[in-house]
C-alpha cells in the first residue's frame, strides 16, 4: 500500500487489491523499525506520485471567474439567476422537490460560471438523470456541483463531455441512466491520489524550534543500521526526534528543515500521534514484495507508519514538494489513528463502521482510497483536514457525511495510548 514514482510529467496509477478486502502481510524479511518497539509489523504506506508536481497532470476543472460569468444571461430572481440564462432550460425538469432545492443550491455557487449552470441544468434535464433513484441524483449533484478543485471541478468538466458525447445523446432514457450511473460509480474523474493545492497549508504552520544535531550510531532505519544526525523539531511545547543519515543525496531526500515545516503544518490531533520521524537513506526494502503484490514493476515508497507513531520517509527523484510532504504526512498519521482504534487488520469487526460509511457516502476521495479501508481512512481524513475551516469544507463533508461525522468523532476523543 504505497506510492510510487510516475514517469516524468505522468500522476501514478495507484492499483487496487482486486480482491483483497484486508492489507497484504508485511514482508517477512522486514526490518523492525528504530527506537520504539511497533505494536505492529504492518506499515502502510503512500506511493510517491508526479501528480502533485505538475498541473498538467491534474483534471481540468470547469473555469470560474469573471470571464465565465459574462457569458451567463440574466434570469429573474435569485434561483433562477444562479442558473445562467443561456444554460437554463425552457422548461424546469420535473424532479422531486428535495433534489431540485439541492440543483438550486449548487446552481447558486456558481453566479459567475455559466459553463457549470449548463452542465448542471443540462444534467437535471437529461431523461437519464430523471430515471436515477432520488438519492443517487443527489449524490451526483452534491458530487459534480460544487466549486472545490479537489473533486467536484474535474468530475463536472468530465460530466460535461459524457453529455455531450452522441453515446449519450442518442441514447434513450434507460441507457442514459445506466451511463450517469456508471459515471457516478465509477468517478473516472477521481485523482490519483490527495494532493492539496500549492501552499494549502502555509497558513495553517505553526512556528518551530530545531535542537541539535547531535550525532548517533547505528539507528535502525528501514534500509539498515546506519550513523545518523538527530534533531529534536520542537512544535507547540511537543519536541519529535527526527533522524537522518550522515550519508544522503541532498537531491532525493527531505532536510531537516522540510521536514520541520511539515510536522508543524500537522494539526495538533495529527502531530499528537507523531512519536518519531526517520528520514532514509536508502529506499524501503520492501518495495519489491509490494511491487509483485500490485504487479508494478516501479513500485516506490514514499512514507510509511504504522500504529508505534513512527514515520518512515523515503528518498524521490525528483524530491517531492513541500506541499506533497505536508499532505502525506497527515495520510499517516491517519493509518497511525486507525490501527489505534480499529487495529491493523479491515476484517476486524471494528472497521464494521467505517466500512459502511464508505459504502453509504459512496463518492472516494482519491483511485488510491479504494486500495483498502485503511486507505481510504487516510485519503479521507488528508482531504478532511485540507478543507476543514474553509469555504470548501460545507461541499466535501456533503459528499462524504457519514466518514466525516467519523473522523469529527475520533478527533473529539483523547488519543489512545
Not at 470547469?62 to 434561483?79: F, H, L, S
Request: charged share 30%; with cysteine; net charge positive.
Amino acid at each position: 500500500m504505497t506510492r510510487r514514482i510516475g514517469g516524468a510529467g505522468t500522476g501514478p496509477s495507484p492499483l487496487s487489491r482486486s480482491a483483497r478486502t484486508t492489507p497484504p502481510p508485511a514482508p517477512k524479511g522486514a526490518l523492525k523499525n528504530t527506537a520504539a518497539t511497533a505494536s505492529t509489523n504492518l506499515r502502510e504506506a503512500r506511493y510517491e506520485s508526479r501528480f502533485e508536481e505538475t498541473d498538467a497532470a491534474r483534471p481540468k476543472p470547469q473555469a470560474e471567474g469573471a470571464k465565465a460569468g459574462a457569458k451567463a444571461g440574466a434570469r429573474a430572481g435569485a434561483k433562477a439567476g444562479a442558473r445562467a440564462g443561456a444554460a437554463a432550460p425552457k422548461e424546469a425538469p420535473k424532479l422531486p422537490a428535495d433534489v431540485r432545492k439541492t440543483l438550486d443550491q449548487q446552481l447558486a455557487l456558481h453566479p459567475k460560471n455559466s459553463a457549470a449552470c449548463k452542465t448542471l441544468n443540462a444534467l437535471a434535464a437529461s431523461p437519464g438523470f430523471q430515471g436515477m433513484k432520488e438519492a443517487d441524483q443527489q449524490k451526483l449533484l452534491k458530487y459534480v456541483g460544487g466549486t472545490n478543485l479537489d473533486l467536484s471541478g474535474p468530475a463536472r468538466s468530465a460530466l460535461d463531455k459524457k453529455l455531450g458525447s452522441d453515446a449519450f445523446k442518442k441514447a434513450d432514457a434507460g441507457k442514459q441512466t445506466a451511463q450517469l450511473q456508471k459515471f457516478l460509480t465509477d468517478q473516472p474523474a477521481t485523482p490519483d491520489v490527495v494532493a492539496p493545492q500549492k501552499d494549502a497549508f502555509k497558513d495553517k504552520r505553526l512556528p518551530y524550534k530545531l535542537h541539535g544535531p547531535s550525532n548517533v550510531k547505528d539507528i535502525a532505519f528501514q534500509g539498515g543500521k546506519a550513523d545518523a544526525v538527530k534533531y529534536e523539531v520542537e512544535v507547540d511545547g511537543k519536541k519529535i526526534p527526527v533522524y537522518l543519515p550522515k550519508k544522503a543525496d541532498k537531491t532525493s531526500t527531505h532536510s531537516i528543515d522540510e521536514v520541520a515545516k511539515g510536522l508543524a503544518a500537522l494539526p495538533k490531533s495529527s502531530r499528537a500521534l507523531v512519536k518519531e520521524v526517520l528520514v532514509e537513506g536508502k529506499p524501503n526494502p520492501d518495495d519489491a514484495y509490494w511491487a509483485k503484490e500490485y504487479n508494478d514493476p516501479n513500485f516506490s515508497s514514499y512514507m510509511t507508519a504504522g500504529a508505534d507513531g513512527v514515520i518512515n520517509v523515503y528518498p524521490s527523484k525528483p524530491k517531492q514538494s513541500q506541499d506533497y510532504l505536508d499532505g502525506t504526512m497527515i495520510h499517516e498519521t491517519g493509518h497511525t489513528l486507525s490501527i489505534k482504534q480499529w487495529g491493523d487488520s479491515d476484517s476486524d469487526k471494528r472497521w464494521d463502521g467505517w466500512k459502511a460509511a464508505i459504502k453509504s457516502d459512496g463518492i472516494v476521495p482519491s483511485k488510491y482510497a479504494k486500495a483498502a479501508p485503511g486507505e481510504d481512512f487516510g485519503e479521507t481524513l488528508q482531504l478532511y483536514q485540507q478543507v476543514k475551516g474553509t469555504p470548501k469544507e460545507a461541499e466535501v463533508r456533503a459528499m462524504m457525511p457519514e466518514r466525516f461525522k467519523i473522523i469529527d468523532s475520533l478527533l473529539a476523543e483523547k488519543p489512545k495510548p
